[in-house]
């Protein structure tokens, strides 16, 4: 049973940064893409970025690019999420997600139903 753990929530002042990271264990097969949503109070759950474990290539919604960036540390079984310049509206809980399943095109790794595991969430908070 794949485990997803993950660290570096907080609380942070708008315009700031935080990283996120993300350490899988207990793989048994392929994992084909990594992902980041987050959930806002009373919202549903949103795509945020994701990577594809073994070609890195990357896709983003509009709403983070350009501020967020998504990495992926292969030896240690790990993805990042670098966030700059942080607005308020950023304020959600962050989930890390991973995909066992082959999609052709990064892209087609941006809903939630496209994902196998799911971590426990780390809270993100930006004030004004």
């Known amino acids: 049973q794949v485990q997803l753990v993950e660290s570096g929530g907080g609380l942070v002042q708008a315009g700031g940064s935080l990283r996120l990271s993300c350490a899988a264990s207990g793989r048994t097969g392929s994992t084909y893409a990594m992902g980041w949503f987050r959930q806002a109070p009373g919202k549903e759950r949103e795509f945020v970025t994701t990577i594809n474990w073994s070609s890195g290539s990357t896709a983003a919604a509009d709403s983070v690019k350009g501020r967020f960036t998504i990495s992926r540390e292969a030896a240690k079984n790990t993805i990042y999420l670098q966030m700059n310049s942080l607005k308020p509206e950023d304020t959600a809980v962050y989930y890390c997600?991973?995909?066992?399943?082959?999609?052709?095109?990064?892209?087609?790794?941006?809903?939630?139903?496209?994902?196998?595991?799911w971590g426990q969430g780390t809270q993100v908070t930006v004030s004004s």
């Open positions: 997600a991973e995909a066992t399943f082959y999609r052709s095109l990064i892209r087609d790794y941006t809903r939630a139903r496209d994902y196998d595991y």
